[in-house]
C-alpha cells in the first residue's frame, strides 16, 4: 500500500527565511510525488510533480523539491519566505490513474 | 490545459434535505473522477472513484446510498449527500487525471448542514 507521511502538521517561519517541508513515501512501485497548496476554502493547486525525470524538481512561486529515492522523500523548500506563502501544504503520491494518496499536511505560517 | 469546474462553491442546507455536487471537464473527457472530502484541518480522504458509465467504487467506511455518485456522461460526474446531517458537513473536492497534464481539482464545496 502507498502512504505519505508529512512530518510537523505546522511549520512557522520568518519572512525571507529558509521555508523547509517534509514529506516520505512508502510505495512499491516508482512513485510520481507532487506537492499541492491548499488556502482556506479553496481547491488545491499544484505547486510541483515529480515523474521520473529530473530528482529535482522546480516549481511555481519559487519552490521546489529533490526526490531522494535512498531516503524516500521529497520535502518542499523555498529559499526565502514570503508572507503570501502562508497556506496549507500537502505532499501526495503516486502514480497512473489510481487516485492519490494525501499526507495530513503541514501548515505553514509566515512571520513579519 | 485540464480544468474541472465544481458547483457550487458553497452550500448551506437544512438537516434531512439532499444537496447535489457537480464537477465538470471544461476541455477533456474524464473517464475517471475521484471523490474527496476533507474535514476542518485534516487532509483529504478518498471516499469513491466514479468511472462514466459504470458503478461508482467506494472506500471503506463510506455509505454508498447516502453518497450517490451518478457520471452518465465524460464530461460530467455529480455527488448527491442524501438525508443530509450536520456530521456531513465538510469540504467535498473532485479530481482528475488527464496525461499529460497529470491530476487536476475542482475548486471545493463547502458544505454546511444545519
Known amino acids: 500500500a502507498q502512504s505519505v507521511t508529512q512530518l510537523g502538521s505546522h511549520v512557522s517561519v520568518s519572512e525571507g527565511a529558509l521555508v523547509l517541508l517534509r514529506c516520505n513515501y512508502s510505495s512499491s512501485v516508482p512513485p510520481y510525488l507532487f506537492w499541492y497548496v491548499q488556502y482556506p476554502n479553496q481547491g488545491l493547486q499544484l505547486l510541483l510533480k515529480?515523474?521520473?525525470?529530473?530528482?529535482l524538481v522546480k516549481g511555481i512561486n519559487g519552490f521546489e523539491a529533490e526526490f531522494k529515492k535512498s531516503e524516500t522523500s521529497f520535502h518542499l523548500t523555498k529559499p526565502s519566505a514570503h508572507m503570501s506563502d502562508a497556506a496549507e501544504y500537502f505532499c501526495?503520491?503516486?502514480?497512473?490513474?489510481?487516485?492519490?494518496?494525501f499526507g495530513k499536511g503541514t501548515r505553514l505560517s509566515v512571520i513579519a | 490545459g485540464a480544468v474541472v469546474s465544481q458547483h457550487p462553491s458553497r452550500v448551506i442546507c437544512k438537516s434531512g434535505t439532499s444537496v447535489k455536487i457537480e464537477c465538470r471537464s471544461l476541455?477533456?473527457?474524464?473517464?475517471?473522477m475521484f471523490w474527496y472530502r476533507q474535514f476542518p484541518k485534516q487532509s483529504l480522504m478518498l471516499m469513491a472513484t466514479?468511472?462514466?458509465?459504470?458503478?461508482?467504487?467506494?472506500e471503506q467506511g463510506v455509505e454508498k446510498d447516502k453518497f450517490l455518485i451518478n457520471h452518465a456522461s465524460l464530461t460530467l460526474s455529480t455527488l448527491t449527500v442524501t438525508s443530509a446531517h450536520p456530521e456531513d458537513s465538510s469540504f467535498y473536492i473532485c479530481s482528475s487525471n488527464r496525461d499529460p497534464y497529470g491530476y487536476t481539482f475542482g475548486s471545493g464545496t463547502r458544505l454546511t448542514v444545519v
Open positions: 466514479s468511472n462514466e458509465g459504470s458503478k461508482a467504487t467506494y
Open positions: 501526495a503520491c503516486c502514480s497512473g490513474n489510481t487516485p492519490l494518496v
Open positions: 476541455d477533456f473527457q474524464a473517464t475517471t
Open positions: 515529480y515523474t521520473s525525470a529530473a530528482t
